[in-house]
């Protein structure tokens, strides 16, 4: 049982139907090099904690948000973490303000974990026991989530070393994709909000 549901934490993240969890991660982890793996890391943390509390609320049934306000507040996400990227392109940013971040990805983190749960709730099924698979599921979504962190430092090595492309530009680049596309998905997602 703890593989299965292992799997299928790894597997939502990493399928393309999850590209609106990889686009916050790829926000999140955009501004940063490789050598500040810590700082991402201690974000990637943060995000877990958040989203691995919702998740357990959820599907425990102690909590529950209508999964289209659910949709659209992750969309929202992706494009506040993005926008707060072009913040840090100014060079008055007080670095003392990274732990800020903290906080706010710990509580897009609890945003997303609802959007896990409905996912979640519906392979568990009838089942008793929930523990073990609640626990499985959220080790995978964990190394799914590294996986992907892992690609976009190593992409941003690329272009950041190997390509000297300026730090400014590439975070313009990949913050403006992830606001432009947030932006079509709460367009997308908002008729659902009024029934339409």
Do not use: C
């Not at 425990?60 to 973490?81: D, G, K, Q, R």
């Not at 609890?110 to 080790?139: D, E, R, T």
């Not at 272009?159 to 606001?179: C, D, P, T, Y």
């Amino acid at each position: 049982m703890f593989g299965f549901f292992f799997k299928l934490g790894v597997h939502h993240i990493l399928n393309l139907e999850a590209f609106d969890h990889i686009m916050f991660i790829t926000a999140l982890t955009a501004v940063y090099s490789l050598r500040e793996w810590k700082k991402v890391l201690i974000l990637a943390t943060a995000f877990t904690i958040g989203h691995s509390t919702t998740l357990a609320l959820a599907t425990l049934n102690i909590i529950y948000v209508p999964s289209a306000l659910i949709e659209v507040l992750i969309a929202v996400t992706i494009f506040l973490t993005g926008l707060a990227n072009l913040f840090k392109l100014r060079e008055d940013f007080d670095p003392r303000l990274h732990w800020i971040k903290y906080f706010i990805a710990m509580f897009f983190g609890l945003i997303h974990g609802l959007g896990f749960s409905n996912y979640l709730k519906y392979m568990l099924g009838m089942q008793n026991h929930i523990v073990i698979p609640l626990f499985a599921f959220n080790i995978g979504l964990e190394i799914g989530q590294l996986v992907v962190i892992i690609i976009v430092l190593l992409v941003n090595l690329l272009f950041l070393n190997k390509l000297h492309i300026k730090q400014r530009e590439w975070n313009l680049v990949l913050s403006g994709a992830a606001m432009g596309m947030a932006l079509l998905l709460i367009v997308e997602r908002m008729p659902a909000l009024y029934g339409a």
